[in-house]
């Protein structure tokens, strides 16, 4: 699977910003798609995640009320809505996906396809 992210930017805190990613194909319904985020200087850090098959989301507590993930499996795409964005957002953001992925979205070497990422800054 090749995923392919879009619509990271220079924005201001408090702004929002909507990234997307597309899969090259079908994500099965055993599976899943989410974000992960790293700044720079760190490690990759889990953001957000969608089951697949029944819709069920997960989110860092660090963006629970601020980012928003959705789907639109009929294009086998997945979206973040990042509204009230804080400098401490800024990171380079990557897409992921599995075909068998049913616990421990949080764990980064649980997912098999990323995306090349994109960038997000949020300046104060």
């Known amino acids: 699977v090749q995923l392919q992210a879009s619509g990271g930017g220079l924005v201001q805190a408090g702004d929002s910003l909507r990234l997307s990613c597309a899969a090259s194909?079908?994500?099965?319904?055993?599976?899943?798609m989410g974000w992960f985020r790293q700044a720079p200087g760190k490690g990759r850090e889990f953001v957000a995640a969608i089951n697949w098959g029944d819709g069920r989301i997960y989110y860092a507590d660090s963006v629970k009320g601020r980012f928003v993930i959705s789907r639109d499996s009929a294009r086998n795409t997945v979206f973040l809505q990042m509204s009230s964005l804080k400098p401490e957002d800024t990171a380079v953001y990557y897409c992921?996906?599995?075909?068998?992925?049913?616990?421990?979205?949080?764990?980064?070497?649980?997912?098999?396809?990323w995306g090349q990422g994109t960038q997000v800054t949020v300046s104060s």
């Open positions: 194909r079908r994500i099965f319904t055993s599976g899943a």
């Open positions: 992921a996906a599995h075909d068998v992925l049913y616990t421990n979205y949080a764990m980064e070497n649980r997912w098999k396809y």
